[in-house]
């Protein structure tokens, strides 16, 4: 079965940097598009980036821009967040989706949760001040 597994969360400082990893299995990885997610408490699962199966294509949510990085390695079935400048208001749950390109509409960099397949069980990022 599809299994995504998130890792490289952590208790960090404002400021500081982390890499978090998602490795992917069961599926054809460059099949997909790949996006991270994150959740606050009490709040909504919000887009954070996503990147198109062959990788040439980005997006980021505004409030990282220029301080996230989404890339992936289609050889070893991973993505990855790089983080940096992190921000207390970066404090939530972290988690990876994946999106065929072969079901539901093209859409080459997803934004939204319900056009995910499948999903990750999360990591947690904490950024104190």
């Known amino acids: 079965q599809v299994q995504l597994v998130e890792s490289g969360g952590g208790v960090v400082q404002a400021g500081d940097s982390l890499r978090l990893s998602c490795a992917a299995s069961g599926l054809t990885f460059n099949n997909y598009a790949m996006g991270w997610f994150r959740q606050a408490p009490g709040k909504q699962r919000e887009f954070v980036s996503a990147?198109?199966?062959?990788?040439?294509?980005?997006t980021y949510t505004d409030s990282v821009k220029g301080r996230f990085t989404i890339s992936r390695d289609n050889a070893k079935n991973t993505v990855s967040l790089q983080m940096n400048s992190l921000k207390p208001e970066d404090t939530a749950v972290y988690y990876c989706?994946?999106?065929?390109?072969?079901?539901?509409?093209?859409?080459?960099?997803?934004?939204?949760?319900?056009?995910?397949?499948?999903w990750g069980q999360g990591t947690q990022v904490t950024v104190s001040s």
């Open positions: 990147i198109s199966w062959t990788g040439g294509t980005t």
């Open positions: 989706a994946a999106k065929s390109r072969l079901r539901g509409p093209s859409v080459l960099v997803p934004q939204r949760t319900a056009l995910y397949h499948y």
